[in-house]
């Protein structure tokens, strides 16, 4: 059975409000970690897909160009009494009484249990493996186009990382060039493609108008960096290398700006740059008096002169219309790299890292970083239930409370030694007094950290069983026959006694 207009509005102004609020309910729920944030993200960019494509049908209703919803608004309006407005609505209930009739199967079906499906999808969200799921750029087609150009320079992938956005140095004649054109284009279509992916909620289409808005009214006053001079003969002629000739009356005036200055001016022309300094001046001299397009073929550079002479008469017009293109398509790349400045200095920290790790090394960070992003959870997740506070096993989990009577962890041991600290069953107590605290302390008693000193844990008890065991051997007392050193002529050193037993035989 078809709805009617009005019923149509109604179910559309009640997806919009469902919609909605499901929108809301999504963004007051905290997620989980990163993964879970970037999905949340692209739930609600489709609920509002969604609200959008309804708004569209809304709108197209109320337009009514088919006046549909004005002949259904009268129809309900024709009867001037009360019976009349009730024989309209028991016809309209005969209707859906007689269709159900017939189709004794057909039932309600609410569109309520369709949306909340949406709360619960995981959205499918293409990312490369150099990508790590949105966390680093992968620039690597764009850099090949980038050093393979002619245009481009060569430098290492982390360079280009931190400087594709920079385009100063690329000269105006390569800017006007199709090749530049299309590797801005080939940027912005990534970067765009990028940021969609990882902020689905940025309105992008918004922020690319107000771009184009401040680009226009900057261009038509010439605050452009790089295109001051717009609408002018001299725009294609670099700042470095552009030569007013309005300044220059004789040949003999430009043969003194030197060969490089010339080759310079006339490279930035098309014109041929070769020859002598004086065929340099006098080729370059010939603009004062003609313009650009009506020189000889002779007098241009092969690629320049098929540009010159095969372009239109609004050929002016259609450089200013490249230029102002490359222009904009540069002002909305540093826009996106603005906003993505965070992922670009990490995508730049992550490149230089790779070079100082083998294969092996960056598939376990990778793996690593894997686990480590499914495993992110809140601290409320994070909390284990351990009422007992029995100690962690190797999954992170508390260990069985049979194993921990089985060992004996109830029990605490106490070393004075260590700084009073508490070792938990007999058999960490046994093994700390080889460890690295127990000795530490022991050095700082100044007594040898020895088979004799186990099971000692109090510091008057060591140094009373120090002192005993120095009584003992006798090391207080000074024996020169075995501590008093001496030297021979060669070098040789002996104790007291040795020495005078040799010196004795003669043997020194």
Known sequence: MASTVLEATRAAHEDL???????????????????????????????????????????????DKDNARKEEISTHLTAPTQNGIFSKYYERLKEIRDYHRRNPFARFVSTTDDYEVLLKEEPVIEFTGEEA???????????????????????EYSVYVGTFSQMDKVTRSH????????????????????????????????????????????????EVPGCENKGTEKESVPQESEIDLD????????????????????????????????????????????????????????VRRNFVLDAPSNGNNFKDDLKKEVALMEVKMRRLCELLDEVIVRTKENAEKKLTLTYEEMEAEREEEEVQADTESDDEEQQIYNPLKLPMGWDGKPIPYWLYKLHGLGQEFKCEICGNHSYWGRRAYERHFKEWRHQHGMRCL??????????????QEAKDLWEKIQARQGVNKWRPELEEEYEDQEGNIYNKKTYTDLQRQGLI
């Open 17 to 63: 409000e469902r919609l909605e609020r499901l929108a809301v309910q999504e963004l007051q729920r905290e997620p989980a970690n990163a993964r879970d944030r970037l999905f949340q993200s692209h739930r609600v960019r489709y609920m509002l897909d969604l609200v959008v494509s309804t708004s569209d049908k809304l709108v197209e209703i109320y337009e």
């Open 133 to 155: 799921f949105g966390r680093y750029l992968d620039l690597h087609e764009l850099y090949n186009e980038f050093i393979n150009s002619k245009f481009g320079t060569p430098m």
């Open 175 to 222: 800017k006007a060039s199709r090749q530049y054109k299309e590797y801005l284009e080939h940027i912005l279509e990534y970067l765009t493609s990028f940021l969609y992916r990882t902020e689905p909620l940025q309105d992008i289409e918004k922020i690319f108008t107000k771009l184009e808005s401040e680009f226009e009214e900057r261009w038509a006053n010439g």
């Open 247 to 302: 300044y220059y009356s004789t040949v003999e005036e430009l043969v003194e700006l030197g060969p490089e200055k010339l080759k310079e001016a006339l490279a930035a022309r098309g014109l041929k740059s070769g020859g002598t300094v004086q065929q340099r001046a006098d080729r370059l001299f010939l603009l004062k008096h003609m313009p650009l397009e009506q020189l000889d073929r002779k007098h241009f550079a092969k």
């Open 446 to 459: 100044g007594i040898p950290n020895t088979k004799n000193f186990n099971e000692v844990t109090s510091i």
